[in-house]
């Protein structure tokens, strides 16, 4: 079996070569092979550059690809021409900065290999309570509220409970998109995705998860604005296709 790591790029110069380095060192059960597949989405920066190094050091020892849009895209569209590019049975969605932990890949796969899911979510929302004050006082509070919204709006219109919709730890045997058209192009990958998936009745295991979420100052790109694109998302893919 081969899970493909889906790595969407944009100008991430200051932390693509660690998170390049912890998934290729990152523990998989024996007997799955690794592949990386990086989107750079016209990088302005030294991102490409630097993925282009690691794929020269290290391609004769994993298999790598990497492919390079001309203009900048989106998230979604480069998500999407990764899941195109993959060769695994099972995909995973990696960010290119350091909030999420490769390391998670090996619980996030098991629900899958023991045959109790077809898609697993990792859940920075799974029994983790909001905290207001203290040295364990909750980051970004605006967006964990937003997260939190979105995953309610989500279950009203589904009739599914997920913990945490908007999670880009989304690992999937890549069979259940067969028939499915993800016309995503930006930040509403995460709502079509879980959407289109929850319709058509996929089984879905959520696995906690921890994550370091780093601030606007520090690059991070998705604003208060995509999570009304979210709610239009949501509310669009319950009544069409």
């Known amino acids: 079996m081969k899970l493909s790591i889906i ?13 390049l380095r912890r998934v290729y060192k990152a523990r998989l059960p ?30 004769g020892k994993i298999k790598i690809k990497l ?35 490769p390391n998670d890949y090996i619980k996030l796969i098991d629900p899958i290999l023991a045959g109790k899911a077809d898609v697993v979510f990792g859940s920075r929302l799974k029994n983790y309570p909001l905290r207001l004050f203290g040295k364990k006082k ?18 009203v219109l589904y009739q599914r409970k997920v913990s945490d919709m908007e999670t880009c730890y989304k690992m999937f045997k890549k069979d259940v998109l067969k028939g499915i058209n993800i016309k995503a192009k930006k930040f509403d990958f995460e709502p079509e ?31 208060w604005r995509d999570g009304f694109t979210a709610i239009w998302t949501l509310v669009k893919y319950r ?3």
Not at 33 to 39: D, G, H, P, S, T
Not at 81 to 93: E, F, R, Y
């Open 7 to 19: 790595i969407p790029v944009y100008n991430e110069e200051a932390t693509i070569g660690e998170l």
């Open 30 to 59: 024996k007997k799955i092979e690794k592949e990386i597949v990086i989107v750079d989405d016209a990088s302005k920066d030294n991102s490409y550059n630097i993925c282009l190094n690691f794929k020269q050091k290290f391609s």
């Open 67 to 101: 492919i390079k849009h001309n203009t900048n895209r989106g998230k979604g569209s480069a998500v999407v021409d990764g899941i195109n590019l993959a060769s695994g049975d099972v995909v995973v969605i990696q960010d290119a900065d350091l909030e999420y932990d």
């Open 138 to 155: 909750t980051p970004l509070i605006t967006h964990y509220l937003g997260n939190k919204f979105l995953t309610l709006v989500t279950e």
């Open 193 to 223: 995705f879980t959407a289109k998936i929850l319709k058509k009745g996929y089984r879905i295991c959520e696995v906690p998860i921890k994550v370091k979420p780093r601030g606007y100052e520090e690059g991070k790109k998705i604003s």
């Open 239 to 241: 009544i069409t296709d």
